[in-house]
């Protein structure tokens, strides 16, 4: 499920979406916030071009709502259904939690995004780095 060649692997790792050999974010530490955002422009294993197009990963700002709300609920979940809490304590753990993993929902959601446009090629993965 979580190997080499799934969505999964690629969205959970963040490697290049064609090939999953190379890291495609410059900074592997989400939470580096002035480098949260930048991205390598190319693979360096097998060539993929990231941005597909201009603005190409503001698609993946619905997405971030998703993952916002999944995030959102499973804090609810735990601190007033789990542990019992009252609901103005849980809406803090909500608003911490959110605030907390904002880096890692933002990068989440963009290899998410780009795991919808791209699949992985078993070809290009067995390149010969150069």
Do not use: Q
Not at 51 to 60: C, L
Request: aromatic letters at 16%; glycine letters at 4%.
């Amino acid at each position: 499920m979580f190997k080499k060649g799934s969505k999964l692997y690629g969205i959970f790792t963040g490697k290049c979406p064609k090939c999953h050999e190379e890291f495609m974010y410059t900074e592997p530490n989400p939470y580096k916030l002035s480098k949260l955002f930048k991205m390598h422009e190319r693979c360096s294993n097998c060539n993929t071009k990231y941005m597909i197009e201009p603005s190409f990963f503001y698609g993946s700002m619905y997405v971030s709502y998703g993952v916002g709300i999944a995030f959102a609920v499973a804090a609810f979940v735990i601190s007033y259904l789990l542990l019992k809490t009252s609901l103005n304590t849980a809406f803090i753990t909500i608003v911490v939690t959110m605030l907390a993993f904002y880096p890692i929902i933002i990068r989440l959601s963009r290899n998410i995004w780009i795991n919808i446009f791209m699949s992985y090629d078993k070809n290009l993965a067995a390149k010969p780095k150069k």
